[in-house]
């Protein structure tokens, strides 16, 4: 018997919108709208796109011992996070693997007292039942852990999302890269940080899911704005060469084999004030003070053939190194780029690997990310 696939608040502006609607991670989401992929992608670059991101887990840690628990369970400093101030994150199992990667957000005192607790998380849909049971096993007894699954998630990115957000509250051009408050939307209270995962400027937005249509048609009405799908997301991470969990980060990979150390701050790293004390921090140790066996990179391709998730990499003796992780044409650097995993001594950049496709070699070349370069407002 096939499972009932969830749905979003905006399922019925979705329909009105002309989407087409695929099943992702338990849920019935958009993966485009009438003008296609490309063109919503483009848009995203060069004005605001819309994303209903509602699918992902919001949770809230309530209590004064919140940051210091939740450092138990990521090698991230959170306890020094200021208030109204985002951090990248991850979940860590005993041997350095990657759970579930997600935003932290230190909440300011007006957004506590509305509701989003000492801490406010927002982790991947995919794992937002096991990041739960996760938080509730190991520092259940610390903090009060809450699902917040009575609240929607917009995003908002481009270059004209501020103009498009202001003209629904001028404060929140305040806000920088990596920080958040509460803020009255089309009649609303939303917490709203200036982050995303495009690459591009812009927000994110927690709004109760009764108010969410209300407040997604408030900014489709604005001329800068138009709606786009999971298709879009992923071509636009990628250009941004960030990571999809359970294809280019999973439970196999450390954070340093997937180039993810810049997320974790000196005080938590080896000689740090609070070194370990997190899953796996022995492994995740030995391969910062020494190698790990492979490492995430970047790949363009030298000929015009998409290379997909899977493919198999080869060396120039036709030996299989590793595979690929993501893969696609990208609309804004027109040409074909992946992310893989690759051994350390074929890591480096201008290095030629071959991949697999249809039969065919084609080659490669090991490329620094970001493909396409990030613009956020700092």
Known sequence: MTATLARTPLHALHQRLGARMVPFAGYEMPVQYREGLIAEHKHCRS?????????????????ADAAAALEHLVP?????????????????????????????VKTPPDAKAAGFGDVFLVVNAGCKDADLLHLVTHIGHRCQVVAMPERALLALQGPQAVRALSALNPAVAQLVFMSGGLYELAGSRCFVTRSGYTGEDGYEISVPAADAERLAQALLDRPEVKPAGLGARDTLRLEAGLCLYGHDINETTTPVEAGLTWAMQKV???????????????????????????????????????????????????????RVTSGTI?????????????????????????????????????????????????
């Open 76 to 104: 991230v400093d959170v306890i020094d996070l200021a208030p109204g101030r985002q951090r990248y994150a991850f979940f860590t199992n005993a041997s350095g693997g990657i759970l579930d990667d997600l935003m932290v």
């Open 330 to 378: 990208a609309p804004t650097v027109d040409r074909p780029i992946a992310m893989a995993y690759l051994p350390v001594d074929h890591a480096q950049p201008q290095h030629e690997v071959y991949a697999e496709v249809r039969g065919k070699r084609l080659p490669m070349r090991v490329t620094p990310m970001p493909f396409n370069p990030h613009r956020y407002w700092k």
């Open 47 to 63: 004005a605001a796109a819309l994303f209903d991101v509602s699918h992902m887990g919001q949770i809230r840690l309530v209590g």
């Open 268 to 322: 938590r790293r080896p000689g740090g004030a609070r070194a370990g004390g997190y899953p796996g921090a022995a492994e995740i140790e030995k391969q910062l003070t020494g190698s790990p066996p492979s490492r995430r990179v970047g790949l363009t391709g030298l000929e015009r053939m998409p290379v997909r998730e899977g493919a198999v990499l080869l060396d120039a003796q036709g030996r299989e190194l590793g």
